[in-house]
C-alpha cells in the first residue's frame, strides 16, 4: 500500500514563496509529480520528476517552481517562488506515473496510480 502525505501549504501574497513537501511511504516506480486543481478549473499537472531526475514543469510555472527529491527521506519536494493569485488551488502528490518518458509536459492527473489528500494553497494579490 503506498501512502503519500502532503505539507506545506498555506496563504501567502503575490510574489511569496512556498515549499510542499511529500512524504512517501510504500513502493512505488520513481515517477513522482504534482498536480492541481484550482477552483472551477480542471486538474492540471504541474510538475514530475523520474528516476532519472530527469524534470518537468507546466508553462505556467516554468522558472517558478522546482520540483525535487529526496531519495533517502522518501520526500518530494515542490518549491514554489514568485507565486500569483493564479497558483491558488489544492495542490497534490503523486506516485507512479505511467507514460511520461523524462521529457514534454507533465503527466496528466490519471497517469498516476496513487496520490495524497492534498494540500491548500492560496495566493493573494
Known amino acids: 500500500q503506498v501512502q503519500l502525505v502532503e505539507s506545506g501549504g498555506g496563504s501567502v501574497q503575490a510574489g511569496g514563496s512556498l515549499r510542499l513537501s511529500c512524504v512517501v511511504s510504500?513502493?512505488?516506480?520513481?515517477?513522482m509529480g504534482w498536480f492541481r486543481r484550482a477552483p472551477g478549473k480542471e486538474r492540471e499537472g504541474v510538475a514530475a520528476?523520474?528516476?532519472?531526475?530527469?524534470?518537468t514543469y507546466a508553462d505556467s510555472v516554468k522558472g517558478r517552481f522546482t520540483i525535487s527529491k529526496d531519495v533517502a527521506k522518501n520526500t518530494l519536494y515542490l518549491l514554489m517562488n514568485n507565486l500569483k493569485p493564479e497558483d491558488t488551488a489544492m495542490y497534490y502528490c503523486?506516485?507512479?506515473?505511467?507514460?511520461?518518458?523524462?521529457?514534454?509536459?507533465?503527466?496528466?492527473?490519471?497517469?498516476?496510480?496513487?496520490w495524497g489528500q492534498g494540500t491548500q494553497v492560496i495566493v493573494s494579490s
Open positions: 510504500g513502493y512505488s516506480n520513481p515517477c
Open positions: 520528476v523520474d528516476g532519472e531526475y530527469s524534470e
Open positions: 503523486a506516485a507512479s506515473c505511467h507514460g511520461w518518458m523524462g521529457y514534454g509536459p507533465p503527466p496528466a492527473p490519471d497517469e498516476y496510480d496513487y
